[in-house]
């Protein structure tokens, strides 16, 4: 009998470790109020999106859910509404997998929006699932969607500096290895999807690297973040069914709530005093540091050349001048940065790297994209 007591308190001690030391997810500080400042958060209709979208309401903010289905959008955005107490949260359709819903959220953002201070990119995609495409859809999702719907919508947040972007990574990108000879081949089988998934999240942690890189004295600032192990809809959607009594109650002892997965991209949008950091990697709501293949800039220069074409941006749209119009009344409240006056105040942004020659303002809702059919995403 004492040995079996002796055993159990071990094992106490041991989760109560790995609980505090791995599974609690620090708490997001940062700005108290946003109100006059507008967030879009992409896959907010549930989980790490829908605490996210939470968070910046419930602190003022006008949030735009950008969500591929339109009842489970609209029934989060009610919900939202319900709990923040507040009524500027509204649902707007896109689907990540297809290039012309990219376009046309941008399309109908920029027309009826006039502010963008936040735009971060939660949604994401970890299997196929019953999907065939004739490209890579793991990439389409998790990063090429991303990377057109930040160049459309830069120009608004140009205007409305200081602003951010975060990407929703994951520790997966130490996995990744990108093979540019065969990146958008389409995915068969769940090894081909892990080594995918991994692929894409590498891509995110590239994406933010050369996007700060090329934003540089531009007051807009980008970071990849990681929001730990979570249990959410994107851990359970693709688990056998069978196996769902067994693995659930594994996962809510040794996984992060969705709140606390929310914490780190929370952390990103709205810390005062990371602009130096732009364009790394955060995770427990610090920096940290990533494998070589994560941090080379001429790996990272390349994908934003190839995600060039594959979001069917060509270097001649790149060229093109921007005809943003002036938005006199974006200014106020003016940034991020400089706080309401229950707010303290910010430190100034001194992000590290070379300047690059292209102008990503130059890159609009203007551009011609390929359109392609919307592709059904599990």
Request: net charge neutral; with cysteine; proline share 8%.
């Amino acid at each position: 009998m004492e040995a079996l007591l002796l055993g159990a308190g071990l094992l106490l001690g041991a989760y109560v470790l790995i609980y505090y030391n791995l599974v609690k997810a620090p708490q997001c500080g940062g700005i108290g109020s946003l109100r006059g400042r507008t967030a879009v958060v992409t896959g907010a209709n549930s989980g790490i999106g829908k605490m996210t979208a939470l968070e910046l309401a419930r602190r003022g903010a006008r949030v735009v859910l950008a969500c591929r289905s339109r009842e489970r959008g609209e029934a989060a955005a009610f919900d939202l509404r319900q709990e923040s107490g507040n009524n500027e949260v509204i649902f707007m359709a896109l689907d990540l997998a297809s290039l012309a819903s990219v376009q046309a959220f941008a399309t109908a953002f920029l027309s009826s929006e006039p502010r963008l201070d936040i735009l971060i990119h939660n949604a994401g995609i970890s299997s196929c699932g019953r999907t065939r495409e004739a490209f890579n859809l793991l990439l389409r999702v998790n990063h090429i969607g991303p990377f057109l719907l930040t160049h459309l919508l830069l120009p608004r947040l140009k205007t409305c500096t200081p602003s951010r972007v975060v990407v929703i990574s994951s520790a997966a990108h130490r996995r990744g290895r990108l093979d540019f000879t065969r990146l958008d081949r389409p995915v068969v089988g769940w090894q081909q999807e892990l080594r995918a998934y991994a692929d894409s999240k590498l891509a995110n942690v590239l994406f933010a690297r050369e996007l700060a890189t090329r934003l540089e004295g531009t007051g807009v600032t980008c970071y990849a973040a990681h929001p730990g192990p979570v249990n959410s809809e994107l851990f359970l959607r693709h688990i056998p069914g069978w196996l769902r009594p067994l693995l659930c109650p594994l996962a809510w002892l040794v996984l992060r709530t969705p709140k606390g997965g929310a914490q780190t991209p929370l952390y990103c949008a709205l810390q005062e005093g990371i602009e130096p950091f732009s364009g790394r990697y955060f995770a427990n709501c610090h920096v940290e540091e990533v494998p070589p293949a994560a941090r080379d800039d001429r790996v990272a220069h390349q994908l934003w050349e190839a995600s060039m074409k594959l979001a069917g941006l060509g270097a001649e749209e790149e060229d093109e001048p921007d005809e943003e119009p002036p938005l006199e009344d974006l200014r106020t409240p003016s940034s991020l940065s400089t706080p309401s006056p229950e707010e303290t105040t910010d430190s100034e942004p001194s992000p590290p790297g070379p300047q690059r020659s292209t102008d990503l303002s130059k890159v609009t809702h203007r551009i011609p994209v390929k359109v392609e059919p919307e592709p059904q995403v599990s």
